[in-house]
């Protein structure tokens, strides 16, 4: 046995098949008991965790180094299972006996960067929807199973919407299959998916294309404008403007706000793209927020009680009373592309906007999209979207911006 530091490289560089024709270990220098383990006749090279438990010494098999898994993730899958065997907990006994609640609880405890509003989706789907099966072990769950309930959820949730049956039920068992996936990994012995059984019965779900038509425009907008709520206005405002996501941007704190470069600056972490975002503020976005600070709240944007508004279900009702204009908070993302895409500005100019992907468009890594060539297409949309809206007041920082 050798000792190593585990890294990306110095598994790349690992011998396998090994010359001596015998499977080989190699242990990490850092994390005792986590290593590589390279089969002695094959290319093979595994991530392994090894400990003594209850006096016998029990190995177990992470995954295969390649597969989409990290060293770094591999570590901190072995930290879990290490800590269960300094508990006592043979994993090999343990094996199979997974139950589906507790492959939720794994997944989250390991999958540490999951957006708070994922798991709160993650959990409802299980523990509300599937409650009769979270004890049960996952094995247990059968195709036939699988198949009954994805046509007794469409039924139960048809009610509240043309397609928000199919989107449920759908989305229910895509989180099952997430589950499945994370232990089968783990378990290699573990059955094939049940809900491969759906692949020819998934719920037909058009694209979603409701948003704020530009007729309807000044009704909305001034509806808004009139809400009782100034925090719930503004947060409506910010969302029209900008067409961020709901809890990017209700999540905002003065210290997202650079007010002496007008940029809004949202870190990584907390972008559903898991790429930060520095948006330009146009000369709306930037009066809206200086008016928020004036209201002196020391941290969010816009506070809500016990911490930040996400909740854009009420307001909006308050508006389609008024109006008749029924949306939801990603239905004004989608009417700020809309209008952003009638404004003649580049497509990789939107994409920055809105914080999308460029995906393979070899083109577009070639690009600098900096925060100023930025600035020019938010400042467009905001003009065109005022117009539509009826907006006849000059924003107080109209002057300064397009200085």
């Known amino acids: ?10 598994v790349a560089k690992l011998p396998a098949p090994d010359p001596s024709g015998k499977q080989r270990l190699y242990w990490d220098e850092d994390l005792k008991g986590f290593g590589v383990l390279c089969s002695g006749t094959t290319r093979s090279k595994t991530f392994v965790v090894q400990r003594e438990v209850n006096g016998r010494t029990r190995r177990v098999k992470i995954a295969p180094t390649n597969v989409r898994l990290s060293v770094a993730e591999a570590r901190e899958r072995a930290r879990h299972i290490l800590a269960d065997m300094y508990k006592g907990i043979d994993p090999k006994a343990a094996r199979g006996a997974v139950t589906l609640r507790q492959a939720l609880d794994m997944y989250f405890d390991v999958s540490r960067n999951i957006r708070p509003a994922t798991r709160r989706d993650y959990r409802n789907a299980i523990e509300r929807h599937l409650s009769n099966w979270c004890d049960r072990r996952l094995r247990d769950i059968t195709p036939d199973m699988v198949e009954a309930r994805h046509r007794s959820l469409q039924a139960e949730v048809a009610g509240r919407g043309r397609y928000s049956g199919h989107r449920t039920a759908n989305g229910i068992m895509r989180t099952l299959t997430t589950l499945w996936m994370f232990i089968a990994e783990r378990e290699p012995d573990l059955p094939p998916c049940p809900v491969r059984r759906l692949r020819r019965q998934w719920f037909p779900v058009p694209r979603r294309e ?9 009704r909305f907008y001034a509806a808004v404008k009139a809400l009782p709520s100034k925090t719930a206005s503004d947060y409506l405002l910010l969302l029209l403007f900008t067409g ?9 704190t003065f210290g997202d706000v650079d007010f002496a470069q007008k940029v809004i600056r949202v870190r990584a972490i907390r972008t559903k793209s898991k790429r930060k975002l520095d948006l330009p503020m146009s000369d709306v976005v ?41 949306v939801s908070a990603h239905d004004l ?6 209008v952003a895409e ?24 070639y690009i600098g999209l900096g925060v100023e060539r930025l600035r020019v297409a938010a400042q467009r949309v905001a003009d065109r979207m ?8 000059a924003p107080m920082g109209t002057v300064a911006m397009r200085r």
Not at 210 to 218: G, I, K, N, Q
Not at 303 to 314: K, L, V, Y
Not at 386 to 393: I, M, P, R, S, T
């Open 1 to 10: 046995m050798a000792h190593i530091r585990v890294t990306e490289k110095a």
């Open 342 to 365: 009638s404004c003649d500005i580049s497509p990789y100019a939107l994409k920055g906007l809105i914080n999308h992907s460029a995906g393979n468009d070899t083109t577009a890594g």
């Open 244 to 252: 961020m996501r709901k809890t990017e941007a209700g999540s905002l």
């Open 333 to 338: 993302r989608r009417t700020y592309i809309t």
């Open 286 to 326: 930037f009066d809206l927020m200086v008016a928020r600070r004036a209201i002196g709240h020391e941290e969010y944007v816009f506070p809500s009680r016990g911490g930040f508004m996400t909740d854009t279900g009420f307001p909006l009702d308050q508006v389609a009373a008024a109006t008749g204009i029924r």
């Open 386 to 393: 005022k117009e539509l809206c009826g907006v006849d007041e």
């Open 210 to 218: 409701r948003m704020v038509r530009a007729d309807d425009l000044p």
